[in-house]
């Protein structure tokens, strides 16, 4: 396996490591050398194979037999071949996930006393000693803040939480790091031409994404690459091997999910049950493209999103970040997160799966919060409105009726979006847009303040699906019109002036100091205004 035949064998070899690496070189260069040291980090980053370097070095005699202790060890002298064939009797490792007892410390704590017998040191390898129990550590503890001279100790864990402060705070402390994909791509390149495997460059990309910073993760991904390409390692084997094929499909429903009709979602969704997917996992794969597009959405370069990704993926995760901001994708978050449970404890996971996938479709162009309290305040209940209308309303080809005859004007043009089921997008209009040209096919307009950036295109997305056909709907930084509520606003209000100046109105508001008009409303079934007072003092 290449994680074996390739594993370091001195500390500069270690990949990504420089911190630790810089700082027991200096330690062994002014023989100031911790009696216990303690290597915590992930699986996969070095902590074993760091452990057996140190112990080589602290044993090491060199080619001529003389050498002392070096962090660089020769890798020939009796010593140094004895602990790469681990049959050194001096390097006692001991696996401390099985061996968790008291009485397992103690028979290791009996033979420390003695010499070594073959060797500079007796190094003691205790690996995942985070399981050790309270007694055992309890056993340990005395041996470790006063060894004897010719004892050390390496401690290698996971979890270093779980390791008691009185036992860190006796050993020199050092973290192996995530290893960044840029350093493991270069690292699985030079294996690869090592041992005269041809790799396409993204393949390697696609591995060490999915490594998630181990390099043994890494290796044994290549391995297994080599293996499925028979001996030539390519971007859509590794794609099929880790299973980025059926990503595609998985955000094609993404996709349906926040933008496209309830429909649709469900012939996603069908379409993965058939290949076999599970709910669940659907679900928390939606959840993982969710997280990703948020932090796309937050600028986070797409080669450090520390996900399995090609570049076809990333370019689409990245077109619907333009579309979707940050609230929307927190709150599809929040729905997801809510399903899994729902999936979880239904009679039929499937049904649930389907109902969390239309609850997220018919959400999608629903505001968020902040938004939706602006729209409120300055259009009442048009704005509240206009959140009903845009998730009950189906689009026209969707009910197969036949495309609009464009409107004459722009208040037609708005009145029409809102009858047929585009109430967000005709208040976004009404309170947004200040009107600088209008023809049928061509609207041009001022946004004001607050408007989404993808208004236009929300629009012409719109308009050619109501027309069926293209229209031009651009902006501009001219004076515009005011908008269609501005100018309702005037209209009652000029209304409201010839009501009060009315004979009958006028007698009515001198009858009740300190009262006014406050608005005006059309008597349904009349055509016929009638004044609504309200007495405000």
Same mark, same amino acid.
């Given at each position: 396996m290449l994680a074996r035949a390739h594993r370091p064998q001195r500390l500069s070899e270690l990949v990504g490591q420089d911190a630790l690496v810089r700082t027991v070189t200096n330690a062994f260069r002014t023989g100031r050398i911790a009696h216990a040291f303690l290597l915590s980090g992930i699986r996969g980053v070095g902590k074993t194979t760091t452990a057996r370097i140190l112990a080589k070095g602290l044993n090491c005699t060199g080619p001529d037999g003389r050498g002392g202790p070096t962090p660089e060890p020769c890798g020939v002298c009796p010593s140094c071949v004895a602990i790469a064939e681990q049959r050194a009797l001096d390097v006692i490792e001991m696996d401390a996930a099985s061996q968790t007892g008291k009485d397992d410390v103690l028979a290791l704590v009996q033979g420390i006393q003695l010499a070594p017998v073959a060797a500079r040191y007796k190094v003691y390898i205790l690996d995942e000693v985070h399981m050790l129990s309270e007694k055992a550590w309890n056993a340990l503890l005395k041996t470790v803040e006063e060894p004897p001279p010719h004892a050390k100790f390496i401690f290698a864990t996971t979890e270093v939480r779980k390791v008691p402060l009185t036992v860190l705070s006796r050993c020199q402390r050092f973290e192996l790091r995530r290893v960044d994909a840029e350093r493991l791509v270069a690292h699985l390149a030079e294996i690869c031409r090592k041992e005269g495997i041809a790799a396409e460059a993204e393949a390697l990309s696609l591995l060490a994404a999915a490594a998630e910073?181990?390099?043994?993760?890494?290796?044994?991904?290549?391995?297994?690459?080599?293996?499925?390409?028979?001996?030539?390692?390519? !971007?859509? =084997?590794?794609?099929?091997? /880790?299973? %980025? #094929?059926?990503?595609?499909?998985?955000?094609?429903?993404? $996709?349906? @999910?926040?933008?496209?009709?309830?429909?649709?979602?469900?012939?996603?969704?069908?379409?993965?049950?058939?290949?076999?997917?599970?709910?669940?996992?659907?679900?928390?794969?939606?959840?993982?493209?969710?997280?990703?597009?948020?932090?796309?959405?937050?600028?986070?370069?797409?080669?450090?999103?520390?996900?399995?990704?090609?570049?076809?993926?990333?370019?689409?995760?990245?077109?619907?970040?333009?579309?979707?901001?940050?609230?929307?994708?927190?709150?599809?978050?929040?729905?997801?997160?809510?399903?899994?449970?729902?999936?979880?404890?239904?009679?039929?996971?499937? !049904?649930? =799966?389907?109902?969390?996938? /239309?609850? %997220? #479709?018919?959400?999608?162009?629903?505001?968020?919060?902040? $938004?939706? @309290?602006?729209?409120?305040?300055?259009?009442?209940?048009?704005?509240?409105?206009?959140?009903?209308?845009?998730?009950?309303?189906?689009?026209?080809?969707?009910?197969?009726?036949?495309?609009?005859p464009p409107p004459a004007d722009f208040a037609e043009l708005v009145a029409l979006l809102r009858a047929r089921g585009e109430a967000l997008l005709a208040a976004w209009l009404a309170e947004g847009a200040r009107l600088v040209s209008y023809a049928p096919g061509r609207v041009l307009f001022r946004p004001v303040g607050g408007m989404p950036e993808d208004l236009p295109r929300r629009l012409a997305r719109a308009l050619e699906r109501l027309f069926g056909r293209s229209w031009t709907v651009e902006t501009c930084p001219e004076a515009g019109a005011p908008t269609l509520a501005e100018q309702e606003a005037a209209r009652k209000a000029k209304r409201m002036e010839e009501l009060a100046r009315a004979p009958d109105i006028r007698e009515l508001l001198e009858l009740f100091p300190g009262a006014r008009i406050v608005e005006v409303r059309t008597a349904p079934g009349t055509g016929e205004a009638v004044d609504n007072r309200g007495a405000q003092r």
């Open positions: 910073g181990s390099v043994r993760d890494a290796l044994s991904l290549l391995d297994q690459a080599i293996a499925i390409g028979e001996g030539r390692v390519t !971007a859509d =084997a590794v794609r099929e091997m /880790l299973g %980025l #094929a059926d990503r595609g499909r998985i955000l094609d429903l993404f $996709e349906a @999910a926040l933008s496209g009709p309830p429909g649709r979602v469900l012939d996603r969704f069908a379409e993965l049950w058939a290949l076999g997917a599970e709910p669940r996992m659907v679900l928390g794969d939606l959840l993982h493209l969710v997280h990703l597009a948020s932090r796309l959405a937050v600028g986070v370069d797409p080669a450090r999103l520390g996900a399995p990704l090609d570049s076809r993926t990333t370019a689409r995760l990245q077109a619907l970040v333009r579309e979707r901001d940050l609230p929307r994708l927190a709150r599809a978050w929040q729905i997801l997160l809510k399903g899994l449970e729902e999936v979880k404890n239904a009679p039929s996971p499937v !049904a649930a =799966a389907e109902m969390v996938l /239309l609850r %997220l #479709a018919c959400v999608a162009d629903v505001p968020p919060p902040g $938004e939706l @309290a602006r729209l409120l305040r300055a259009g009442g209940d048009r704005a509240a409105g206009s959140v009903r209308g845009t998730v009950a309303v189906a689009a026209p080809e969707a009910a197969g009726a036949s495309p609009e």
